[in-house]
Each structure stands twice: as C-alpha cells, then as structure tokens.
C-alpha cells in the first residue's frame, strides 16, 4: 500500500481532485482519514447477501477504486446478477479495472462486475435491489442532490436497498467543534501532521460540501424510501440505510 504523503509535498491552495495523485495512494488516504470506512465496507457485502435478488442489477455510484464493488461480488448469493461500477474519474477507473480483473482471476466470481467511465447523474439505473453511494453524494453540487436520489429510488424495486454513506455537519455549533476536532486527532494518530491535515481540509473547501443527517433523511423520505436509519457514525461519518 503506497503511503499518503499528498499534502506534504503541496498547499492546499489547489482544489481536490481524485487524480493518478491520490488514485495511487487512495486505500492509504481513506484508512487514516475515513473513520469507520473499513465497517461499512464490510456491511455493504453482508447487505449484498441480504438484499439483493436473483436477475436484479446493483449499482456502486462514485466508485473510486471498487471497494465497495467488490465487497458486493463477495456477498451476492443469487445468480444473474450484475454490478454497475461508475466513476467519473479516469485514474479512479483504471485502476478499478484492474482490481476487478484481479478479483476475477483469483475467485472466477459468477456475478458480472461492469466498469463504466461516467457521471452518476447520467447513469440508467434500472431494476436495482441494491445501490451504494458510499461518500460520493458530498461531491455533487447540493442542486443535484435531490434529483440524482429521486433517480435512484425510481430505479430500485421495491424493498430494495440503498447505502448512503456521507461527511456530516452537526447542527448543534458546540458539537460540530467537537467533533471536528476529534477527527483531526485521529488524523494526527495516524501520522498526518497538522500541515498536512490544514492543506487537505483547504483542497477540500468548496469541493467537499457536507450537509446534515436531517437533512439526508429528509431527502430519501421526500424521494419516497419508506424506511431509512443511520446504522453507523464515527465521529462525522454516517452511513444511512434506507428502504424502498
């Protein structure tokens, strides 16, 4: 695994870009950066086992280097079934490729993983028991946000499910603070000095646009999702579950 050494070498005068960069230092960035990111990629594939049905599609929207994909291929346990995987960036992509092609070398899995170059909020979604937005709606622009999950709702059937994982801001100041500064030590656990830790948070102003738990359930609710729970928080990550 190559070590994250991004912002020790440049400002965060630059906006965040998912790049050759960071695609190549990416599993190293998200497991000293994501609490609780590890747990929900674990989840996502004992949901697969749960949820997804026989001849449906599942769909990983935002789907970076696949980790979530494969975990959904490790999980599935009905046959004719198949895996949408989109990005829109082309380092991101690359290499998604080729670990899915690894995956199918090493376990010849019978679920058909495609790998699609493309924004989410152009992508058919049809006949899904399950799809995951795993920290990709926070990239969007918020007057997107309503109509790329209204899109995914119509494309689900009924009872399936979605994985909504996302940065959040607390509406309560004091705890925002709070948990902010929580994050950042344990960032600083993680051998990122406080440079490193100021320069992303600036490459991420404006690109990473965190909203409320409220407010993402007040979302999949208006799109008509019947249920919808917060299975997981570290800190400010949350992970949301919600059933068509």
């Given at each position: 695994?190559?070590?994250?050494?991004?912002?020790?070498?440049?400002?965060?005068?630059?906006?965040?870009?998912?790049?050759?960069?960071?695609?190549?230092?990416?599993?190293?960035?998200?497991?000293?950066?994501?609490?609780?990111?590890?747990?929900?990629?674990?989840?996502?594939?004992?949901?697969?086992?749960?949820?997804?049905?026989?001849?449906?599609?599942?769909?990983?929207?935002?789907?970076?280097?696949?980790?979530?994909?494969?975990?959904?291929?490790?999980?599935?346990?009905?046959?004719?079934?198949?895996?949408?995987?989109?990005?829109?960036?082309?380092?991101?992509?690359?290499?998604?490729?080729?670990?899915?092609?690894?995956?199918?070398?090493?376990?010849?899995?019978?679920?058909?993983?495609?790998?699609?170059?493309?924004?989410?909020?152009?992508?058919?979604?049809?006949?899904?028991?399950?799809?995951?937005?795993?920290?990709?709606?926070?990239?969007?622009?918020?007057?997107?946000?309503?109509?790329?999950?209204?899109?995914?709702?119509?494309?689900?059937?009924?009872?399936?499910?979605?994985?909504?994982?996302?940065?959040?801001?607390?509406?309560?100041?004091?705890?925002?603070?709070?948990?902010?500064?929580?994050?950042?030590?344990?960032?600083?656990?993680?051998?990122?000095?406080?440079?490193?830790?100021?320069?992303?948070?600036?490459?991420?102003?404006?690109?990473?646009?965190?909203?409320?738990?409220?407010?993402?359930?007040?979302?999949?609710?208006?799109?008509?999702?019947?249920?919808?729970?917060?299975?997981?928080?570290?800190?400010?990550?949350?992970?949301?579950i919600a059933i068509k």
């Open positions: 695994m190559t070590v994250d050494k991004i912002y020790k070498d440049k400002s965060g005068n630059q906006p965040f870009r998912f790049n050759e960069e960071v695609a190549k230092v990416f599993p190293d960035m998200l497991r000293r950066s994501v609490p609780g990111y590890a747990a929900s990629i674990e989840a996502i594939g004992a949901l697969a086992a749960r949820y997804v049905l026989a001849d449906t599609n599942c769909y990983d929207l935002g789907c970076s280097l696949g980790a979530a994909t494969l975990a959904m291929r490790q999980g599935i346990r009905r046959p004719g079934c198949r895996i949408v995987a989109v990005d829109t960036a082309p380092a991101m992509i690359k290499r998604c490729r080729k670990l899915v092609a690894e995956d199918d070398r090493q376990f010849a899995r019978d679920t058909a993983v495609e790998v699609v170059q493309a924004d989410i909020r152009a992508t058919n979604i049809e006949n899904a028991s399950l799809v995951v937005l795993n920290y990709t709606l926070q990239f969007l622009d918020l007057q997107d946000r309503d109509a790329m999950v209204q899109r995914i709702y119509d494309g689900m059937n009924d009872g399936g499910l979605l994985v909504l994982s996302e940065k959040v801001v607390d509406e309560d100041p004091q705890m925002e603070a709070l948990l902010v500064d929580l994050h950042h030590e344990h960032k600083r656990r993680n051998d990122y000095s406080s440079l490193e830790i100021s320069q992303k948070r600036a490459a991420l102003e404006n690109v990473l646009l965190p909203e409320t738990v409220a407010a993402h359930r007040d979302r999949l609710r208006n799109a008509g999702f019947a249920s919808t729970a917060v299975w997981l928080r570290y800190f400010n990550f949350v992970s949301v």
